[in-house]
């Protein structure tokens, strides 16, 4: 009889302990030399950043200042990985920090009826159920770790960083095992999985594209889209000149724009065309495409072409931008499939690519200055690139041409920059990158801000962004007071979530210009922080306080910051606010806090590094390692001969996390060999330890 312990895999209700128990105890006993494990994860331990916190604040705790290496598991991975009883119903990721020999050895092969796959230096260690297969290599259909574990492999691209992806072929066992699951009866939700992994090589058959659309027609709630496979059986469908795909195509709408791009059509053509001229963004990049394959195969001709369309029929700037992107998109892939060039080549490429762009009258001035924005920060990498010694990654090249597209570049460059500014619609973290160039702020910089603030089309976003560095730099007016209230009023009071950012809700930014300014609309807009609805403003409503501050507001701040209550910058608000009342530097004010009884150390670690310059403070919810204004300040921190030893320690292990000294290659735009060398240079002259030796980085 099987014993409850040695139970196969899909029968998890029989066993004396759940599978997170098991976990769990192995895991305890992982502590070894130089590494060390945290705790299993709870709620507040979300990310790996306060992964890497946790493990700082208990190697203090043990006494450890030297180097060290540990594993951990954050909530999300958690959450993602184990069902309300704790069965492992899918891959737990475990993150680690320090030497990654000495913590795959300290990790292990992984407990008893699991395994550790160790998913290299710049991943995490993957710890997942061991699984039987057949002799074919299949799993039992009525294992769900085993499926999804064989489901997973037929997921994983030939080459994850190609320009469009491929995967395997099937062999003749696996596609008889995956139609196998597609037969009466069938289950719609059940079959996702078979039906992606089976259409991705073109493999739906005619017989179960009609049952499964059958199927999707008749049990589907709610969009059609809420199927996860719904691209891949429309695929299939234009794949087989099937009219039923066209009647899905008028019903989905923009969202079907992807899947005909990879079936070229006239028809197709004309839908992704009229779906982007009505100011769908995303379906530009099918067009350009399929404009391509159908018409224009010179890239920058049939971008000039449909720009020209854009332009004429008044479509949005966004759809500018996302040609543009779809341009640079199209002709590094162009170049990585002739030339073989792997990811990074690529990256390479596409500046060259913004470099030539900036230049290239066949491109309307649109394009041309989205080209010479993008290019901006990359025009020295490319030029180092031409000039490396031992040649270039830029296969096919002529560096004379490279250098001299770079010098017509050079030349066109402020002329086509004059009075424009980042991408506001772009991700939180693309802006967030773009933060340290308004470090200083310009009078064109101003301008541009100003009207940025003014335009009834700029969203929360925008506004957050742009208001922030008005008010941080001192340039931020009556005007823009007005050119919002009472204007905009109902949709400032709309949640916007904001702790992923150097921003704040546009609304707290100018709550605190109007209390500043002593504005009349201040005791409104307090009146409405103070009220009981909306719920989300709870959270924020005391970062206002940095707005014409005073001993109430910093006595209320200081309430929040020493309880047990989550911190989404009032701890930051609190130092602002002293410092502005003692009329000192707020880095004085974070210095002599640490320590202090019931201030959160990681919290304040980030306010330390985020206040180095009151002019333009970091409101990220923690130290990012990606962004060059974090690693400017942690500098400032390091340096700062007014601070104690304990603060400029922080801000030097704030720039030991750092990309630019961690991985340089994971920055973007990526640093210059110049950059790279200097940074190591300052790193090397302060970081070191015991004995005379720099530490492990």
């Not at 494990?37 to 916190?53: D, F, I, K, M, W």
């Not at 150097?502 to 709550?511: G, I, K, Q």
Request: proline share 6%.
């Amino acid at each position: 009889m099987t014993s409850p312990d040695t139970a196969p895999p899909g029968r998890r209700t029989t066993r004396r302990r759940s599978d997170l128990g098991v976990i769990k105890a192995w895991w305890q006993e992982l502590e070894g030399d130089g590494f060390f494990v945290l705790p299993p994860p709870s709620r507040a331990r979300y990310t790996q950043s306060e992964g890497h916190g946790d493990a700082a604040e208990l190697r203090a705790a043990r006494g450890h200042s030297g180097p060290a290496s540990f594993a951990y598991w954050h909530w999300q991975s958690h959450r993602h990985a184990f069902d309300r009883s704790g069965s492992l119903t899918g891959e737990l990721l475990l993150h680690w920090g320090g030497d990654h020999a000495a913590v795959a050895a300290g990790l292990g092969e992984g407990p008893t009826g699991f395994r550790v796959v160790d998913g290299g230096p710049k991943s995490a260690f993957r710890l997942d159920r061991i699984t039987p297969r057949d002799e074919a290599g299949l799993p039992d259909p009525g294992d769900p770790d085993g499926v999804r574990q064989f489901l997973a492999a037929l997921d994983e691209p030939v080459d994850r960083s190609a320009p469009s992806l491929r995967y395997r072929p099937l062999s003749p066992a696996e596609a008889a095992w995956l139609h196998d699951r597609l037969r009466d009866p069938l289950d719609l939700a059940a079959a996702t999985r078979f039906v992606v992994a089976l259409e991705r090589r073109d493999e739906l058959t005619a017989d179960e594209m009609d049952r499964l659309l059958t199927a999707w027609r008749l049990e589907r709630e709610g969009p059609l889209t809420a199927w996860r496979a719904w691209r891949e059986l429309l695929h299939a469908l234009l794949r087989h000149g099937r009219e039923e795909a066209w009647e899905l195509v008028a019903e989905l709408g923009a969202g079907a724009s992807g899947v005909l791009r990879q079936v070229p059509s006239e028809r197709g053509l004309a839908a992704v065309r009229e779906f982007t001229l009505a100011g769908d963004r995303a379906s530009v990049y099918a067009w350009l495409a399929l404009h391509r394959s159908l018409r224009e195969p010179d890239a920058a001709r049939a971008a000039a072409d449909l720009a020209a369309e854009l332009t004429t029929s008044g479509a949005p700037e966004t759809s500018l931008r996302g040609l543009y992107d779809a341009l640079i998109g199209a002709v590094t892939a162009d170049w990585r499939r002739e030339t073989g060039a792997d990811h990074h080549a690529g990256l390479s490429y596409a500046a060259l690519t913004a470099v030539r762009f900036g230049a290239d009258e066949r491109l309307p001035r649109a394009l041309r200055v989205l080209a010479a924005g993008a290019a901006r920060d990359q025009v020295d990498l490319v030029r180092e690139e031409a000039l490396r010694p031992g040649g270039s990654v830029l296969v096919g090249t002529d560096t004379a041409e490279v250098l001299a597209a770079v010098e017509r570049y050079e030349a066109v460059r402020d002329g086509l920059l004059s009075g424009t500014g980042t991408d506001l619609t772009a991700s939180e973290g693309v802006l967030s990158r773009a933060w340290h160039r308004y470090r200083t702020l310009t009078d064109t910089d101003v301008r541009w801000l100003r009207e940025r603030v003014a335009d009834p089309a700029t969203g929360l976003q925008g506004l957050g962004f742009c208001l922030e560095l008005l008010l941080a730099h001192g340039r931020a007016t009556e005007a823009d007071v007005e050119a919002l209230l009472p204007r905009r009023l109902k949709e400032l009071t709309k949640t916007y979530r904001t702790t992923y950012t150097e921003w704040r809700h546009p609304l707290v930014t100018l709550t605190c210009l109007a209390l500043d300014l002593d504005h009349p609309a201040a005791g409104k807009l307090v009146s409405w922080w103070n009220g009981a609805r909306p719920v989300w403003k709870d959270k924020v409503r005391l970062l206002t306080h940095l707005g014409a501050p005073d001993e109430a507001k910093a006595t209320e701040l200081w309430d929040f910051v020493t309880s047990p209550s989550h911190d989404v910058g009032q701890l930051m608000t609190w130092v602002l606010v002293r410092a502005r009342l003692d009329g000192e530097h707020p880095l004085l004010v974070a210095d002599r806090l640490l320590g202090s009884p019931g201030v959160n150390g990681h919290v304040l670690r980030r306010v330390l590094i985020g206040v180095a310059d009151p002019e333009q403070p970091l409101w990220h919810y923690s130290i990012s390692p990606h962004n060059r204004s974090w690693w400017q300040r942690a500098v400032e921190v390091a340096d700062h001969p007014g601070l104690s030893p304990e603060a400029r320690a922080i801000g030097l292990q704030a720039a030991r996390d750092h990309l630019l000294i961690r991985n340089p290659d994971q920055l973007n735009p990526k640093p210059t060999q110049a950059e790279r060398a200097a940074a190591q240079a300052w790193f090397d002259g302060r970081a070191v330890g015991p004995g005379g030796a720099a530490p492990s980085r």
